[in-house]
């Protein structure tokens, strides 16, 4: 029997070639991700046991070695400087949502102002991943063999550091635009703010708020749409008729059905305090108490009548 071919040594291809004009993380030193979202997907990534294989690709991704990086729905490719003259392909697939289940993730968060408001703000709440949660459609992958992994390089292990300065860089686009992780998950800004604004526009016109160019009184054509007072006052005219007086006092925007439920979760605690040190475990730590908890905090079945109390080892 032959015998098996040698697995290539690494160390010969020497050091990676230099790049001019490469993406480079913004992060010079010290931990990678600004904000909670990026945070808690590199938390999640380092809770797969990928930690030590992440922290191979942080120099590359410091260094600009990543020359391309695009976010689509499900996918996300990039190329990557090695040791070679050509760059490599990375490829990294994550599951999109069908239209349905953001149907369903949409009707949540236009039933909440407090939702709608950050996203129009470009900002996403803490509680948007319990939301997603909720609607059994989480917001970072649970495991990872949900993560597709695939480089173009001789390397066999996964990530390799080609995949993991794409993950670093991946990371920090999140912090500069938290609708890249959203349209990874199949849907963008555009459409879903436009969406949002439809849904509660929907609200608005059901209520009896007028809104838009129809409501301007003798052919006037008002803004649109008309925010806050003027949803109630774009329709009346200089003086108001007695009739219509009674208009004033309606809300300026349509009051949601039932109010805002946001619960902290059992992991409040973990989202207040620092990332723990590597000695400790490091952000994986964070990550595995944080499912924990969750576990913990989840209602028990009551025991059948007439059951025997549980046996509490002692």
């Known amino acids: ?51 030590t294989r992440l922290t191979r690709g942080r120099a590359y991704a410091r260094k600009g070695q990543v020359l391309r990086l695009d976010v689509a729905p499900g996918l996300v490719t990039a190329d990557v400087q090695g040791s070679r003259p050509a760059p490599y392909p990375v490829r990294i697939r994550l599951a999109a949502y ?18 709608s408001a950050r996203l129009l703000a470009g900002d996403l709440p803490p509680e948007l991943e319990e939301l997603f949660a909720a609607a059994g459609a989480p917001l970072f992958p649970v495991d990872v063999d949900q993560l597709d992994q695939h480089c173009g390089c001789p390397d066999f292990a996964v990530p390799c550091k080609h995949l993991a300065a794409t993950f670093y860089l991946l990371a920090e686009a999140f912090d500069a635009d938290p609708f890249r992780l959203l349209h990874w998950r199949g849907r963008g800004r555009a459409e879903l703010l436009d969406r949002l604004r439809t849904l509660r526009g929907g609200d608005a016109t059901a209520s009896g708020a007028v809104v838009g ?9 008002w803004p649109e749409p008309v925010a806050g007072a003027g949803r109630v006052l774009a329709g009346l005219p200089a003086v108001p008729p007695a009739d219509e007086v009674e208009r004033f006092w309606l809300p ?37 108490l944080r499912r924990a908890y969750r576990e913990f905090g989840r209602p028990r079945p009551a025991a059948e009548p007439g059951a025997p109390p549980a046996c509490d080892g002692s």
């Open 98 to 115: 069908p239209p349905e289940v953001w149907d369903r993730i949409e009707a949540e968060l236009a039933g909440q102002a407090f939702f």
């Open 252 to 288: 300026p925007v349509p009051l949601p059905d039932r109010p805002p439920t946001l619960a902290a979760g059992p992991e409040l605690l973990l989202r207040q305090l620092a990332p723990p040190g590597p000695e400790l475990g490091g952000p994986g730590l964070v990550e595995r």
């Open 213 to 221: 160019p129809a409501a301007a009184p003798d052919g006037v054509a």
């Open 1 to 51: 029997m032959s015998p098996a071919p040698e697995r290539p040594r690494f160390a010969e291809f020497g050091p990676p070639r230099r790049v001019d004009g490469g993406l480079k993380a913004r992060s010079t030193r010290g931990a990678i991700g600004r904000s909670w979202w990026s945070r808690r997907f590199l938390e999640v990534l380092e809770s797969f046991a990928l930690g």
